[in-house]
């Protein structure tokens, strides 16, 4: 069982498309996280959500819509995909704040 | 604006060895510090933490180091086994209160084990 899964694995798209990254985690936590490893290798916080609610939204661009249907799940929303979008989306979840479980990643190329 | 440093791309050790791996950060207001390590393909998973009120903390073959002073931190692996190669990412806990709260990642070192 896979505590934190992340679809698709790998996403490789054209600019101008829009696409989506669904993220379900099963360990019962509050807060989920969307983190994106550039090719620079951070790992910088997107988004944070705690019980569906929207907590930090670290200046992302409104092309990226996250939405959280239930606190199980958190889904990234991309619209009009540019080049610099490529990058590897981690989808993350914790209870405590500090002690992550983080999904394998998604890969994504924009050509 | 790097708040979490890790100077050292990769770090190459013999098995058996120590392996010690550096972070500093800028920000006083961190509370919490923390390891991850990372296999390729794989999401981070999460390694030992150390709380900024403590200056130690040791998990079998993992000791966290923490010098607030210097803004320093330090993970030591011993004895080094070919297993351990992987990234390891130093984290910073940023609290704002409630339940907001992320972790700000370094860059990563990626340490080699050779048998």
């Known amino acids: 069982d896979t505590a934190v899964s992340q679809t698709p694995k790998y996403l490789v798209t054209q600019m101008g498309n829009d696409k989506s990254i669904k993220c379900e985690q099963n360990?019962?936590?509050?807060?989920m996280y969307w983190y994106k490893q550039d090719s620079k290798k951070f790992l910088k916080i997107m988004f944070s959500?705690?019980?569906?609610?929207?907590?930090i939204n670290e200046t992302v661009p409104n092309r990226f819509s996250p939405k959280s249907p239930d606190k199980a799940h958190l889904n990234l929303h991309i619209n009009s995909l540019e080049l610099g979008d490529s990058a590897v989306y981690f989808c993350?979840?914790?209870?405590?704040?500090?002690?992550?479980?983080f999904g394998s990643g998604t890969r994504l190329t924009v050509v | 604006d790097q708040q979490v440093k890790q100077n050292s791309p990769s770090l190459s050790v013999q098995e058996g060895r120590i392996s010690i791996l550096n972070c500093d950060y800028t920000?006083?207001?961190?509370?919490?510090f923390l390891w991850y390590k990372k296999y390729p393909a794989e999401g981070p998973t999460f390694l030992i933490s150390?709380?900024?009120?403590?200056d130690k903390n040791e998990d079998g073959r993992f000791t966290v180091f923490l010098n607030k002073s210097a803004k320093h931190l330090s993970l030591h692996i011993v004895p080094s086994q070919p297993g351990d190669s992987a990234v390891y990412f130093c984290?910073?806990?940023?609290?704002?209160?409630?339940?907001?709260?992320?972790?700000?990642f370094g860059k990563g070192t990626k340490l080699s084990v050779k048998p």
């Open positions: 959500y705690n019980n569906k609610e929207l907590i």
């Open positions: 993350a979840s914790s209870q405590n704040l500090w002690r992550y479980t």
């Open positions: 984290a910073a806990r940023k609290n704002y209160g409630g339940s907001q709260g992320n972790l700000i």
């Open positions: 150390i709380s900024s009120i403590k």
């Open positions: 920000n006083s207001m961190f509370d919490y």
């Open positions: 360990l019962g936590h509050d807060t």
